[in-house]
T-cell receptor
Framework: NAGVTQTPKFQVLKTGQSMTLQCAQDMNHNSMYWYRQDPGMGLRLIYY???????DKGEVPNGYNVSRLNKREFSLRLESAAPSQTSVYFC??????????????FGDGTRLSIL | GEDVEQSLFLSVREGDSSVINCTYT??????LYWYKQEPGAGLQLLTYIFSNMDMKQDQRLTVLLNKKDKHLSLRIADTQTGDSAIYFC????????????FGTGTKLQVIP
């Protein structure tokens, strides 16, 4: 009963280092998302993938890249980490069918600190 | 663009009812959701309502939708300490890929 799995759960980086956050879902969902959550700002969409083979920018894409490796996996990469990217990162997935009820299912998050 | 607003904080006594409010701007919203986030965890879907409904009840949870005023509320009856969490309102539009817009979350504190 895994749902959406994110790794790692915690990470500390130095400014300028790179890292990839991993996300996998086992619900055969078409759409996947990456959000960041900061105090008082709710969830902000970084990138999303409406279906396998496509990715699009969300609200705050600068400083990030993504890869939809296959239907199950959607990774988020920080090429050169900055302190402003200290946040909690959530991956989510949804069915992605046209005109259907599409609640998003979330992972438990990755807590990332950039020093 | 679409916007979803919530008050940041609500405090209630154990056993009382809690009412968390949300307003949204997207008139084409088709589904509206309530999520719960406990400390250190991701968002968990609590309940949802389709835009052609006024009310939905699910055990202790009652969702009310006023589409004219674009106002959504979540009522939790007999609030327990385990209900302490952040509650997010979210909405999604119609057609094709459906971007979900989340509110900033309301932190519910339940006082024993």
């Amino acid at each position: 009963n895994a749902g959406v799995t994110q790794t790692p759960k915690f990470q500390v980086l130095k400014t300028g280092q790179s890292m990839t956050l991993q996300c996998a879902q086992d619900m055969n969902h078409n759409s996947m998302y990456w959000y960041r959550q900061d105090p008082g700002m709710g969830l902000r969409l970084i990138y999303y993938s409406a279906s396998e083979g496509t990715t699009d920018k969300g609200e705050v894409p600068n400083g990030y890249n993504v890869s939809r490796l296959n239907k199950r996996e959607f990774s988020l990469r920080l090429e050169s980490a900055a302190p402003s990217q200290t946040s909690v990162y959530f991956c989510a997935s949804s069915v992605g069918r046209f005109n259907s009820n599409q609640p998003q299912h979330f992972g438990d998050g990755t807590r990332l600190s950039i020093l | 663009g679409e916007d979803v607003e919530q008050s940041l904080f609500l405090s209630v006594r154990e056993g009382d009812s809690s009412v968390i409010n949300c307003t949204y701007t997207d008139s084409s919203s088709t589904y509206l959701y309530w999520y719960k986030q406990e400390p250190g965890a991701g968002l968990q879907l609590l309940t949802y309502i389709f835009s052609n409904m006024d009310m939905k009840q699910d055990q202790r949870l009652t969702v009310l939708l006023n589409k004219k005023d674009k106002h959504l509320s979540l009522r939790i009856a007999d609030t327990q300490t385990g209900d302490s969490a952040i509650y997010f309102c979210a909405e999604t539009g119609s057609g094709g890929y459906q971007k979900v817009t989340f509110g900033t979350g309301t932190k519910l504190q339940v006082i024993p």
